[in-house]
């Protein structure tokens, strides 16, 4: 039976290992999440992603929307996992309001990005399909789908800054918070994804 839990029973869970999946809108993730969050976007979980990130038989609990918990438990349900009973009662603001460490994902929105374009050589990877990306993409930006990035992660070097986009800014958000909970920081969101990017082309 699902239950809401506590600060100190969700930190309890986080300190033995449980996976922290967030539920939450996007543009509430990237300004802050409970450290090593996975955040949950439809597209990361209907396209069996996340399943392939997390194991099933991993220990889950999670941060969603009030009104929202019984969605997630659902969600979750369809996707095989078994172990995902427990959610943040209160959502994020009980952890943030606590006075706990917050993370988040930096983000640049697409004229910015053009803007540097100008002046210095980013190095920008395209997370769509390579039909979407062969219609259109970004001059330069390199065509990598999520899970070849995911499963090829450690060849990428760390000292590099990376700009990633997929269509809308959902999946890159999903992408970048599986990188983070592998140490790496070197990845910037761009706003909007590639339907921003394509207005100002």
């Known amino acids: 039976m699902s239950r809401p839990l506590n600060l100190a029973e969700f930190e309890n869970e986080t300190e033995i290992g449980a ?7 996007g543009n509430q993730f990237i300004n802050g999440f409970v450290p090593g ?6 597209a990361f979980v209907a396209s069996g992603i996340s399943a392939e990130v997390i194991s099933v038989n991993e220990n889950i ?4 929307p009030k009104t929202r918990e019984e969605s997630a438990m659902k969600s979750l349900k369809k996707l095989g996992y078994e172990n995902f009973d427990d959610w943040l009662k209160g959502g994020f603001e009980t952890w943030k309001e ?4 917050i993370d988040l994902i930096i983000s640049i929105e697409a004229d910015e990005l053009m803007m540097d ?14 039909e979407d990306y062969d219609l259109s993409h970004l001059e330069g930006a390199e065509n990598i789908p999520p899970l070849n990035l995911l499963y090829n ?3 990428l070097p760390r000292e590099t800054t990376f700009y990633m986009y997929c269509d809308d800014g959902e999946m890159s958000t999903s992408v970048i918070s599986v990188l983070k909970n592998h140490g790496f920081h ?3 969101h761009i706003t909007g994804g590639y339907e921003a990017l394509r207005k100002v082309i």
């Open 19 to 25: 996976y922290i999946l967030d539920f939450r809108p």
């Open 37 to 42: 969050s996975f955040y949950m976007c439809q």
């Open 61 to 64: 609990i999670v941060v969603t």
């Open 98 to 101: 606590s006075g706990n460490t």
């Open 117 to 130: 374009m100008k002046f210095d050589d980013p190095q920008v990877i395209d997370i769509r399909s390579k």
């Open 153 to 155: 992660m450690e060849e």
């Open 186 to 188: 070197n990845f910037y």
